[in-house]
């Protein structure tokens, strides 16, 4: 037990990286399992397992499944500016962003379990009217989640090195935890009961979730700290508004998001491709799980990289080679499964050696992929900074919120483009996990979804990340100035209050 108290009481990089080091892994593993409770939620709340739910088992129209899953995103995009601003307003004992990761869960975790919930037997009208509260209830309780969540990485250090590793550490825990509602449906499938009666998988997988999301937000509430130093009075709404605008590299970093919706279509077609292409529901168990080395590869590497570079470490170089390797790859991806994906009967299964080319290319992009995630979380936090050494003005919530709407705008535009080339495809819809025949058109447009639409994604994140202007030596001269900034205010302020006392 002595032993387990001392490694939680030691920091996370012992090593001396240029700047003062803070973080312990009793507070960076606290952090990291209210980012678990996060993945928790989002895994529920996957697209695909949503729009599978509301569509195959709840026999909502894809039209309108479409329609809400556009609209109930697009306002929920809409609000991340305002918590950002919320979050940016508020004065606590607490802090800024603790009071919301204190409350918020709870709403988010009830929410989470109401989408599920088999309203079956319901008239149609009182189930789309019951999918639309769930969804925007969920929507709007996990962005007074997300948001703090979000600002108080920018907050709890501002050591580079530190915080990397503090989302790679998190992106390992996230993985893990989150997991555990996801993995109930892809293993419920394996059993002949849920084949025929999978809305009851549903239901049980947001009753999981619903208890992890309270547990796991427990520690973060009680064992981080907000560390970074507001200088002033709190910032207007106005000024929230025009400090955003202020952010040019946060503003390539949104367009790089912005084409990333491509990419996000195939999460909202997995179930649709591992019943109807791949011919049998259990492949959604194989695919999560090849899915799962991601996290940890790029949580590991990603960190141990960073730290070895140390100055020389170029995180928009990084996360162009990131994106050119997932472009190619899902184009390889495309060319290695077309011959056979694409002539399969209904409900036959693929040969072993293209089940083990599907597994193969799921797995390798999805390396990049993770890449590319923990490399845009630090290119976000250095935009932060970059605003604070403008202006002299700190404003994490607002800053988060831009890329968290573009999160949740690519999250819902994603769904809609995979349900509307579905639907423009012909798909035919169908009760429970078990495959119909489709069209040839339907298969194609499934496939696309999984393969060329997230090349033309990757591709096109290119363009503005070339125009992000933050580089290593630039951060840490900006880092600098506003520690001396900061210092020669505070020696100001001390002086006022002698000259006053006298």
Known sequence: MQKLRTFLASKIVKTDVGEPTVLTWKETLSYALGRGAQGMSTSAMSAGNVNYFLTNLL??????VSGVRF????WDAFNDPIMGVLVDKTHTKDGKMLPYIRRAPFLCAFFTFAVFLNSAALPVWMRMIFAVIALVGWDMSYTAFDIPMGALAFSITQNGVERTKLFGVSSIVRAVVGAIPGAVLPIALLIPFFKVHTKYAYTITGAIAFLGIILCTRPTYRNCRERAEHMGEEPSITDCFRLLLRNKPLFMLFLSNMAFLLVTVKTAVQMYFAVDLMGDAAYVTVLSVALAPAPFIAGILVPWITERLGERADFKKMYIVCCLIAAGL????????????????AGAKPGVMTVIAVLFFIVVTSVPLEFKNLLSKEMEAETVDYVEWKTGTRAEGIMLSLMS?????????SSTIGLAVLGFAHYATHE?????????????????????IPMAGYLLMLVPVLFYSITRKHHAQMMADIAARKQ???????????????
């Not at 020669?488 to 006298?502: E, F, M, P, W, Y």
């Open 59 to 64: 026999g909502l129209p894809l039209s309108f």
């Open 71 to 74: 609209w109930t995103g697009l």
């Open 330 to 345: 899902h184009g390889l991806f495309h060319l290695a499964t077309a011959g056979t994906l694409l002539h399969l009967p």
């Open 405 to 413: 709407f573009t999160g949740k705008l690519t999250n819902s535009v």
């Open 432 to 452: 429970d996990a078990v495959a119909v025949a489709q069209t040839q058109t339907a298969k194609t447009a499934l496939l696309s979804c999984m393969t060329l």
């Open 488 to 502: 020669a205010i505070h020696i100001g302020t001390k002086q006022s209050d002698n000259l006053s006392v006298r």
